[in-house]
């Protein structure tokens, strides 16, 4: 099974600064025949299930704000939230698709300093 | 819309079995694969396994193999998913969702989630 591994667990950010959520996978989730990274993030609000944000590592899905954005490739990747707002305080999930099982990291809990 | 409704809570004995529905509806059924997910009180996300709606050709993760059983209905658009055996351990909310169907070996996101269904195994 790939292993996902978040960074922090935790994280404190003042209202309109930058956060940034780390995540790094056991095995690379990059496909070179095409050269994706089989790599998504979600966000998860209390009493909610996960939403989609970025896929493909960086690929943000529709209607999500461009505040949020992804990189990396192959074992590491990055959700940056350029400004954060209130309404952004959530549980942030990483997640691998390359191969089954698909595999979740730990979650970071994202909060306003 | 584009959605996935499932069934409501239970609560179920220690020994038990479970079965939650997912109903898909806005969408082409055979379009898209059926997950379940499930996340224990505070904790994170657990991959469980899923079908392939056009045949109905199943995945499971190594830890439910045997004790999960995903079938589907196709003339309902309907997900079931049974849970036998059951311990406190499988206390959770139970998700279902929906990845895009590509014949490649990789996965695709999951785009559309169910609300969830919270499962109580308790004496």
């Known amino acids: 099974d790939i292993v996902m591994t978040q960074s922090p667990d935790s994280l404190a950010v003042s209202l309109g600064e930058r956060a940034t959520i780390n995540c790094k996978s056991g095995?690379?989730?990059?496909?070179?025949?095409?050269?994706?990274?089989?790599l998504a993030w979600y966000q998860q609000k209390p009493g909610q299930p996960p939403k989609l944000l970025i896929y493909w590592a960086s690929t943000r899905e529709s209607g999500v704000p461009d505040r949020f954005s992804g990189s990396g490739s192959g074992t590491d990747f990055t959700l940056t939230i350029s400004s954060l707002q209130a309404e952004d305080v959530a549980v942030y999930y990483c997640?691998?698709?390359?191969?089954?099982?698909?595999?979740f990291g730990q979650g970071t809990k994202l909060e306003i300093k | 819309q584009v959605q996935l409704v499932q069934s409501g809570a239970e609560v179920k004995n220690p020994g038990a079995s479970v079965k939650i529905s997912c109903k898909a509806s806005g969408y082409t059924f055979t379009s898209y694969y059926v997950h379940w997910v499930r996340q224990a009180p505070g904790q994170g996300l657990e991959w469980m396994g899923g079908i392939d709606p056009r045949d109905g050709r199943t995945s499971y993760a190594q830890t439910f193999q045997g004790r999960v059983t995903v079938t589907r209905d196709t003339s309902t658009t309907t997900v079931y998913m049974e849970v036998t055996s059951l311990t406190s351990d499988d206390t959770a909310v139970y998700y279902c969702?929906?990845?895009?169907?590509?014949?490649?070996?990789?996965?695709?996101?999951?785009?559309?989630w169910g609300q969830g269904t919270v499962v109580t195994v308790s004496s």
């Open positions: 997640q691998q698709c390359f191969s089954t099982p698909y595999t």
């Open positions: 095995h690379s989730v990059l496909d070179s025949s095409n050269n994706k990274n089989y």
């Open positions: 969702m929906r990845e895009a169907v590509d014949d490649s070996p990789r996965g695709q996101p999951f785009d559309i």
